[in-house]
T-cell receptor, first 112, second 112 residues
Framework: DAKTTQPPSMDCAEGRAANLPCNHSTISGNEYVYWYRQIHSQGPQYIIH???NNETNEMASLIITEDRKSSTLILPHATLRDTAVYYC?????????????FGEGTQLTVNP | SAVISQKPSRDICQRGTSLTIQCQVD?????MFWYRQQPGQSLTLIAT?????????ESGFVIDKFPISRPNLTFSTLTVSNMSPEDSSIYLC?????????FGQGTRLTVV
């Protein structure tokens, strides 16, 4: 699995966009970028994943650079409930589910 | 998405005893996984629970310490055997479906 690098912590004001970066310079052509988050004392929650095109769902947007060496998760209007550890993971997608390797992630704190 | 339920949600156990954690998925998933999250740390994969065959363990984890069962496509158990205080962690079950992996809320284990 390709290694990812994320800042250990970030702050964001409530109502503003939160942009969480991730570097994955060794990503292979068949590896997807996944984002999960873990709110304190809960299990990780799937957010979004993509291969090379930008993706958007009801939770967030994922922007992947053209060379695929980095990506940004965007929470368009952060709320206090978005305070969590956000994990960027790269993995080959297996149709039956993916074995995930977690790094240290980014602690996002949304401030009122 | 799959809903994953774990039992118990928390427990306090005496050293030298064993605890079995149950994981139930509300739909059939081909792959199920067990993770450990030690205090203040990220998630570490223990093993992949294979239906109808022995689990596949990650480096540093052995079957005698963490026996796993997977009798069908919706259920798995993890046993933490001969516990010591160092086994105090959150244990999380996950299941994979169509490229996404979903997590239970975890079992918070304290060994005294």
């Amino acid at each position: 699995d390709a290694k990812t690098t994320q800042p250990p912590s970030m702050d964001c004001a409530e109502g503003r966009a939160a942009n969480l970066p991730c570097n994955h310079s060794t990503i292979s052509g068949n590896e997807y970028v996944y984002w999960y988050r873990q709110i304190h004392s809960q299990g990780p929650q799937y957010i979004i994943h993509g291969l090379k095109n930008n993706e958007t769902n009801e939770m967030a947007s994922l922007i992947i650079t053209e060379d695929r060496k980095s990506s940004t998760l965007i929470l368009p209007h952060a709320t206090l409930r978005d305070t969590a550890v956000y994990y960027c993971i790269v993995r080959v997608v297996e149709t039956s589910g993916s074995r995930l390797t977690f790094g240290e992630g980014t602690q996002l704190t949304v401030n009122p | 998405s799959a809903v994953i339920s774990q039992k118990p949600s928390r427990d306090i156990c005496q050293r030298g005893t064993s605890l079995t954690i149950q994981c139930q998925v509300d739909s059939q998933v081909t792959m199920m996984f067990w993770y450990r999250q030690q205090p203040g740390q990220s998630l570490t994969l223990i093993a992949t629970a294979n239906q109808g065959s022995e689990a596949t363990y990650e480096s540093g984890f052995v079957i005698d310490k963490f026996p796993i069962s997977r009798p069908n496509l919706t259920f798995s158990t993890l046993t933490v055997s001969n516990m010591s205080p160092e086994d105090s962690s959150i244990y999380l079950c996950s299941g994979g479906d169509r490229g996404k992996t979903f997590f239970g809320q975890g079992t918070r284990l304290t060994v005294v």
